[in-house]
């Protein structure tokens, strides 16, 4: 095992990803950022210079952090966000291989560009003879707009709790928008060319593919080539029947094989937002337009064929939208029932509410979170506005979560989906389903032997999850839906894992100098 240095660099830059030009938040000048990778049992150093003008932290979504809670990049849970013009090292190692990401955990910006891919491959991964090569494909919503804008239209005045909608659709951070769309005067390219993946007829092929949207479910499939899952956010799943068409939503990775079968030809690769997974309902989404195109087009490339279009045709829908990929296509390869003997049993339940200045606040269990970014690290404080009564903002700690085996029951009441996501830990989905209420969840539908072991799941509109998993990190871990905008609206809960195990003394000198660099910083920028 060997420690792999990396150095990240964020900058602004114009880029036009979809042919649309705007200011994008880069990493290394590109967007999406570098591809990291390393091997599981490495160590990873990554050293981030800040030169966006605006704080930032970089989390590494998926990855447990063991022993250094402190590198999670949460600001106002972990860390203080790296100003301007400072650099800050996150070094950790990796127990967990598989698909993961990394991002911008301060504000939206990872909506404007601040993501990048992580692969932590495996010398002993069982599925290694299975494929001769592999491909990373992110899949992803894209604005015109910078975030900051759109984060104004939500705390403005009559704010109506709906979301900004998306401009366009990217592939691997390429797609294609019909410039007549654009304002006068901007810089516009209707033809940039899709993404080319090649492959040679008779070879198999692992993909690895991501959703690094803010708000999008996508759909994913390659037209004539059906696909294999053989992972699940770092899960790997039993060799089942393949699937044709993949949904996939907010975070969520995906391991698939594909076998280049066909004959030698041009095949489109496709990702198209599912327009009716964004609610609430989309004609009264902010900036609704509904001849806006949501298909991302690729191309697998077979090596012989000719540079025309292909001819192929899409796969019809054959699964019910707005839900997890069915459970049974995604069983773990591996033996791991989840633990019987619970704990700690959690009701989460989403909630909705205007305060008084009719700003739209989401939450669970009646409070929102808003984060408190120069707080030192790991002080157990945050800021949560109550719903009952909005004049007393107080300042909570959170969940503890004691040592054991922690149950969460996650009701969703709400016209919205919510995908969720687990800092810390993965966890097992002993149910999922529709009604939003305790009695809806009967025990004797919880799959107790074999069920999907992920950290990001989906709570469609008016539906429960159950999870559980072990307490065995010592840290505070955000939970929260995924939806950039969500968040942004305090639908997070910070679960503090083991509270008397850790403190802020034991923090590492580096982070709590960022804490005082930070404070300087915000001193002047105000
Ligand atoms: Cu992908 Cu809290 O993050």
Redesign the pocket.
Known sequence: NITRYYHLELTVLKLSPDGFERPVWTINGQYPGPLIQAYKGDRLVINVTNNLGDPATI?W??IFQHNTNWYDG?PGQTQCPIPNRVSFTYNYTLEQSGTY?Y?S?FLAQ?VDGLLGVLIVHDREDPYLDSYDEEYVITVSDWYHSSSAPLLVQRVAPHYTGFNPYPDAALISGVGQYNCSGAPAGCYCNTNVPPPAYKVQKGKKYRFRIINTSAYATFTFSIDNHPLKVIEVEGTLVKNSSAVKVLPIHV?QRYSVILIADQPVDNYYIRASVIDTCLLPRTNDTINYNSSINHNATGILHYHGAGNNKPKSTAYPFTFPLCQDLNASNIRPLKDNPPPNDVTNYFVFETSFARNDDDVGLLGINNSSFVPIFNNPTNQRIMLQENFTDFDTNQNVYGYDIPNGCVQITLLNNQPANHPF?L?GHAFWIVTQGPGAFLSNISTSAYNLKDPVIRD?TMVPEFSHVVIRYIADNPGVW?F?C?IEWH?EMGL?AQLIERPTEFSNETLPDDVRALCMQYDSYSKNHR
Do not use: D, I, L, Q
């Open positions: 989390h979504h998926g949460v990401w991002h955990h990872y975070a996501h800092h990001t955000s929260h995924h968040v997070v």
